[in-house]
């Protein structure tokens, strides 16, 4: 993306953000309450148009167009606060990312349970969806954006709300993605599963990119620090 910036109103979200991703790459986007991260997500996504710059997937265009014509091409997000249909199953749930793709019902419904099983929520497969503890909304969220086959994921805060142990979990199957030839851009406060899974990080404060390079350099580069230490969300400093 190039040069890309949104605002709401009077308020800049995102500004003049540019940024390479590679294919196989797992690129971590971190910074503090309302830096825009999501926000830059929904424009690669195609939930929210941008108002300036320009975004290529695989040498194509993809600025404003629609989300639903972005996912088709292989390029995915899941949601922040995901909001699974509660009155549906888990593998029904699932099954809307397959359906997504245009697969017949059977289809989908077989891919949906592989994806159950790939993070691990197959025995939930037949419980409501409204029965989903914090981190089992992540993993069926992460499902269902399995589930339409994409290329290119894009994670909004994968690891919030997930206890300990799935987060070991959570990790492996990340990585394991990434060795199948996903590429990976994922939003992360968790800045130990950013440190165990990411290449690059890149940070944002105010809509604005302030530094980019390994984790390491990132999270101690001064101007990253003075940006958690003002924000007002104390977990996260
Ligand atoms: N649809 C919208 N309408 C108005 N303002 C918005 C909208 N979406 C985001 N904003 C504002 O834009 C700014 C950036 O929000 P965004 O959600 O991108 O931040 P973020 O970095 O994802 O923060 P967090 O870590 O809290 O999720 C915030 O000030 C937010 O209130
Ligand atoms: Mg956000």
Known sequence: MRGLSKAFGGLQAVRAISFDLAAGE?????????????????LIAGQERPDAGDIAFEGRAIGGLRAESIARRGLVKTFQTSRPFSSMTFLENVMVGALARRVGLERARAVAMEQLVTVGLADQAHSPAAW??????????????????????????????????????????????????????????????????????LAMHLGERIAEGTPQAVTADPRVVQAYLGASEPAHA
């Not at 797992?26 to 929904?42: D, E, Q, R, Y």
């Not at 290119?152 to 394991?176: C, K, M, N």
């Open 26 to 42: 797992i690129l971590g986007i971190i910074g503090p309450n309302g830096a825009g991260k999501s926000t830059v997500f929904s």
């Open 132 to 201: 989903a503890s914090t981190g089992q909304r992540k993993r069926l969220e992460i499902a269902r954006a399995l589930a339409t086959a994409p290329r290119l994921l894009l994670l909004d805060e994968p690891f919030g709300g997930v206890d300990r142990p799935s987060i070991d979990a959570l990790i492996r199957l990340l990585a394991g993605l990434r060795s199948d030839g996903m590429t990976l851009l994922l939003i992360e406060h968790n800045l130990d599963a950013v440190h165990r899974l990411v290449d690059r990080v």
